[in-house]
Every structure is written in structure tokens, then in C-alpha cells.
């Protein structure tokens, strides 16, 4: 018996099976084998595991049987070769040159840098040092009397306002 026959008696699938039939075995001897399930005994537990990796090898070389004889049949014209990486031209550089900025792109970008430099500066200055206009009090002109500084006394007092008052 070659190799291969072995492989599918430890699946228990036949030759010529599909790649769900090989998928089904394998996930059903894998669970039934697992060395979880036998660590009450060391002998059944080295069992297992060599039962295991019995089984992970089988699997392992029908499904490159099967991929092997797939892809033929997918591109039948095509030879089936290694793939190589990409050749180059030693001489053509990995990157593009670099295009030369001119000077009247620099000074417009120093002059972006600036203007922006000055706008959070300036933003930065009224957000600290705001001054609160509810609480500034305006200068009230000498001639006009103020009224939360007024009362009964000073309006008699006051000479202008005496002689307005008296009758000549």
C-alpha cells in the first residue's frame, strides 16, 4: 500500500473524495482525538497525540493532492510555474526625482506659515486678556450729575441749582 492510500484509510475517505468529504473527516477524527480528552490516562494521552498528528499529516498531503489536481483543470493552457518576484531595471531609480520647488512657491508658503502665525497669536490675545464690558464704567462728563452718586443732600448743596431755584 503507497502513502497515499494510508492518508485516506486514516481520514476514512476514498480517493477521488471532494474537499468538503476531506474538510468533514478531518474535523470529526480531529474532535474525536484531541489530547483534552484523554488526560485522565498518560498511555491514551500519548496515543491521542500520536493519533493526532497522524491524522494533521494525512490531511495535510490529500489536500496538496487535491489542490494539485484542481488547478490543471482551472487553466489548462497554463504551466504551472514558481512564482518570481517582479525583475526591475537595476538602473531606473525606486523613486521618482524630486521636481525642484521655485522660489516664488517658498515665499508663499512662508507667508502662509506667517499670516497663520499671527492669527493664532492674535486669537490667543483676546481669548486671555478679554476684558468683561458689563463691569467697565464709562467717564460721566463733569456738567451731568451721576445718578447712583446723587441724593438729597448734594442736590440742595449744589450753589447752581440754589440760585435756579430762589426768586430774584
Not at 37 to 52: I, M, P, Q, T, Y
Not at 57 to 86: G, M, N, T
Request: net charge negative.
Amino acid at each position: 500500500m503507497d502513502e497515499l492510500a494510508k492518508c485516506y484509510q486514516v481520514m476514512g475517505i476514498k480517493p477521488g473524495c471532494s474537499e468538503a468529504d476531506l474538510e468533514a473527516a478531518y474535523q470529526e477524527r480531529s474532535e474525536a482525538w484531541q489530547p483534552e480528552n484523554f488526560s485522565h490516562d498518560e498511555k491514551l494521552l500519548a496515543k491521542a497525540r500520536e493519533r493526532l498528528g497522524h491524522i494533521q499529516d494525512a490531511y495535510s498531503r490529500i489536500r496538496k493532492e487535491i489542490a494539485s489536481e484542481v488547478a490543471p483543470a482551472a487553466v489548462p493552457d497554463a504551466p504551472i510555474l514558481a512564482p518570481e518576484w517582479p525583475r526591475r531595471d537595476p538602473r531606473v531609480d525606486a523613486f521618482p526625482a524630486e521636481q525642484p520647488v521655485s522660489a516664488a512657491r517658498k515665499a508663499a508658503v512662508w507667508f502662509a506659515w506667517i499670516i497663520l502665525i499671527l492669527l493664532l497669536t492674535a486669537s490667543a490675545w483676546f481669548a486671555f486678556f478679554k476684558t468683561d464690558r458689563d463691569s467697565v464704567t464709562l467717564p460721566v462728563p463733569p456738567s451731568v450729575p451721576d445718578p447712583s452718586t446723587t441724593n438729597s443732600l448734594t442736590a440742595t448743596n449744589n450753589p447752581s441749582e440754589t440760585n435756579a431755584a430762589k426768586p430774584d
